[in-house]
T-cell receptor
Framework: KQEVTQIPAALSVPEGENLVLNCSFTDSAIYNLQWFRQDPGKGLTSLLLIQSSQREQTSGRLNASLDKSSGRSTLYIAASQPGDSATYLC????????????FGKGITLSVRP | DGGITQSPKYLFRKEGQNVTLSCEQNLNHDAMYWYRQDPGQGLRLIYYSQIVNDFQKGDIAEGYSVSREKKESFPLTVTSAQKNPTAFYLCAVRDRGTEAFFGQGTRLTVV
């Protein structure tokens, strides 16, 4: 059974800091990995999708990497801002394009002005 | 998000009552999913459907039922057999292994 872990559960950083959020998974036979952002009381917003054949994806100040062999992904946020404060979740899809997504519990990020 | 509409935003259920949560999409995507989110538990899969007229149980299907009669719609019924239904319910859609997109959620409370 695929298990996804995100540690720590919460993180507080000063504005302007570069930071890395970690995601680990137990079964390396994945189809893709996706990072999401969730604001309180809201749905999930997709940030980045990495296919199993890719090593990284970039969007603006965000960069996500994938190392299937070690079962790890990282989300790098450059020059953090208070508006980045949210919960960040990663989800993996096992083999099968439309099979289920398995989520980590998320990392709640607070960026202090 | 975008072409995914969940309704209602808030729902109150009395003990012993069945309630239905709506999820509609206009993205023409094949796969649709229902997740439940509880504080400290993360998202857990209830049911998913990869094509019309077909669906599979997820990890916590007991006390829930779904149907997929149309590509655009995947309603979730919370039955009286679900003993602890208070939670935030999220619907997602995806097409051929691409990005998954989520609706804005329905918060269900037992009164």
């Amino acid at each position: 059974k695929q298990e996804v872990t995100q540690i720590p559960a919460a993180l507080s950083v000063p504005e302007g800091e570069n930071l890395v959020l970690n995601c680990s998974f137990t079964d390396s036979a994945i189809y893709n990995l996706q990072w999401f952002r969730q604001d309180p009381g809201k749905g999930l917003t997709s940030l980045l999708l990495i296919q199993s054949s890719q090593r990284e994806q970039t969007s603006g100040r965000l960069n996500a990497s994938l190392d299937k062999s070690s079962g790890r992904s990282t989300l790098y946020i450059a020059a953090s801002q208070p508006g980045d404060s949210a919960t960040y979740l990663c989800a993996v899809t096992r083999t099968g394009a439309n099979s289920k997504l398995t989520f980590g519990k998320g990392i709640t990020l607070s960026v202090r002005p | 998000d975008g072409g995914i509409t969940q309704s209602p935003k808030y729902l109150f259920r009395k003990e012993g009552q069945n309630v239905t949560l709506s999820c509609e999409q206009n993205l023409n995507h094949d796969a649709m999913y229902w997740y439940r989110q509880d504080p400290g538990q993360g998202l857990r899969l209830i049911y998913y459907s990869q094509i019309v007229n077909d669906f599979q149980k997820g990890d916590i299907a007991e006390g829930y039922s779904v149907s997929r009669e149309k590509k655009e719609s995947f309603p979730l019924t919370v039955t009286s057999a679900q003993k602890n239904p208070t939670a935030f319910y999220l619907c997602a859609v995806r097409d051929r292994g691409t990005e998954a997109f989520f609706g804005q959620g329905t918060r269900l409370t037992v009164v």
